[in-house]
């Protein structure tokens, strides 16, 4: 830790002699994001950093309160009028950017470029409509190809494009000069180095307190900081835990944290012929993980431990499902039954600039296997590349973390718990191939169920023979620290966006 610091003064110290390259005014907030930017294409992007800058911009047909209330947007209504078919009121009088008018049109036209392949990065909810049949200018109705009760949870993440501007330029220009109905109009992008926004005094909404806004990218932990103690931004995401005491001792500055609701957890190697196949030995390395010293130590208390793949504001979240116990003694008794009662060689693989104190919960985690008789190597490597060996199916134990935006368990089991199949959309991430017909069953029931009601019983109890087969050791979710200027009013997000028109200076 003393080491951190020192490496923080130095970078402050650097930066006051240089001095800031932006000037702060008082109707400016300059956000200091951990991650770039990756497109200015709504549906081309499901990255946290990339969908919170662009939800400045754009708006959804709902939208969500900082608590995750779900509230109508640019949809006044969204009735489900059958089990397959939903009727959608579009808000009258709203306008783009470039002057031109709302319609059903643009709601069809974005809803259709989800299902896109070529450039869609939600294809699991493109994918789920079978048509969109337009009534009038303001009214449409969308029929789903299977009952989805939870079809409107993810109405605030499909951010409407204008259809004509989008059809009548080319891709490239509308990628880099986006149009929205939004809050902010577009201004200016450099990839990797900041986008700029001003606000849009004919917002639907009102005209925003904050008129002039910049996200920047500052991957290094240490720089993001620093650049918040000198000034050089105003609100910083994921501020560094070993740091947060120089941020209170900073005047003008503040720590500020939420509940948080990425979780953290480990996958497993679940194709036959891995050790990790046999769930005796996923259960030996569950059981010898202290979660409970991980969020002592390593998270400064700043984590909650988890026994599955959701939070309590989610959909299928079964509050009945507890942790397996901190139990080294039947870890190795498991491992013994399993046929390696000496353990085996295991290479665990971590990111080291993505999750908060991701290195050290993989340091951590490697010494607890240890101790169990594993033989554990270590990797840690960039996010870009861990990510793609995820993907690839490469990794025999690896580090994920996972937020759900839409509050609902589908973009849990979906991507990360059923059998991968990428003609059907799903086990996207799930990179330990682990497959379970009957769950994959019981999933599909549950999002065939007629009522809410229904689906969140079925999803409670596909959760609960889920993490009792233990494809992944869950770890905890993170809670949310940021450091921001004293004067803003700013109130910590559930999905982690930074949306300007909900600040103001005091």
Not at 118 to 139: C, F, M, N, P, Q
């Amino acid at each position: 830790m003393p080491n951190s610091k020192v490496k923080v003064i130095l970078l402050v110290l650097c930066v006051v002699l240089i001095g800031s390259s932006i000037g702060l005014a008082r109707d400016t907030v300059i956000f200091g994001i951990e991650a770039s930017i990756e497109t200015l294409d709504p549906v081309a992007s499901n990255t946290d950093a990339t969908i919170s800058a662009l939800a400045n911009i754009f708006d959804g047909l709902m939208s969500r309160t900082p608590d995750g209330n779900l509230e109508p947007a640019l949809a006044t209504s969204v009735d489900r009028v059958g089990p397959l078919t939903w009727r959608v009121v579009i808000r009258k009088g709203v306008k783009f950017h470039n002057g031109n008018p709302l319609t059903a049109d643009d709601v069809k036209f974005t809803l259709e470029r989800a299902a896109d392949p070529a450039i869609s990065r939600w294809l699991e909810i493109g994918g789920a409509i079978e048509s969109i049949t337009i009534l009038d200018d303001y009214t449409l109705v969308i029929k789903t190809k299977a009952p989805m009760p939870a079809f409107v949870q993810y109405f605030d993440t499909r951010l409407v494009v204008d259809k004509e501007y989008v059809e009548g330029n080319p891709y490239s220009y509308v990628n880099d000069h986006p149009v929205g109905t939004g809050a902010y109009k577009f201004v200016e992008w450099v990839s990797g180095d900041h986008l700029t926004l001003e606000a849009n005094e004919d917002y639907w909404r009102g005209s925003p307190s904050i008129k002039h806004v910049v996200f920047k990218p500052i991957v290094e932990e240490s720089t993001r900081l620093a650049a918040l103690l000198t000034g050089g931004v105003d609100l910083i995401s994921n501020a560094p835990l070993e740091s947060l005491d120089i941020i209170e001792d900073t005047p003008g500055v503040s720590v500020i944290h939420g509940a948080g609701r990425r979780f953290i957890f480990m996958g497993l190697n679940c194709r036959p012929g891995s050790p990790t196949s046999d769930v005796r030995v996923r259960r030996a390395l569950y059981m010898a993980v202290n979660e409970d010293e991980i969020v002592d130590k390593v998270m400064d208390g700043y984590a909650i431990s988890v026994a599955q793949l959701a939070d309590p504001a989610m959909t299928g979240y079964n509050e009945s499902i507890k942790r397996l116990p901190y139990d080294p003694v039947r870890a190795k008794e498991l491992l013994a039954e399993a046929g390696y009662p000496d353990g085996f060689k295991l290479a665990i693989d971590v990111p080291f600039d993505r999750y908060v104190m991701d290195e050290q919960i993989g340091l951590a985690i490697s010494v607890y296997f240890a101790q169990i008789g594993m033989t554990v190597d270590l990797h840690t490597r960039p996010k870009s590349i861990h990510f793609t060996n995820v993907i690839d199916g490469v990794l025999d134990c690896y580090m994920l973390g996972w937020m759900v935006t839409s509050y609902d368990c589908f973009e849990t089991f979906v991507p990360l718990l059923l059998t991968p199949d990428p003609e059907k959309g799903q086990g996207s991430f799930n990179g330990g191939a682990f497959s379970d017909l009957q769950l994959d069953q019981m999933y599909a029931d549950a999002d065939a169920a007629e009522t809410l009601e229904e689906r969140e019983q079925l999803l409670q109890e596909a959760m609960a023979y889920a993490m009792e087969e233990v494809p992944v050791i869950p770890l905890h979710i993170q809670m949310d620290i940021y450091g921001g200027v004293e004067e803003l009013n700013f109130t910590p997000r559930g999905d982690m966006w930074f949306i300007a028109r909900e600040m103001s200076y005091k």
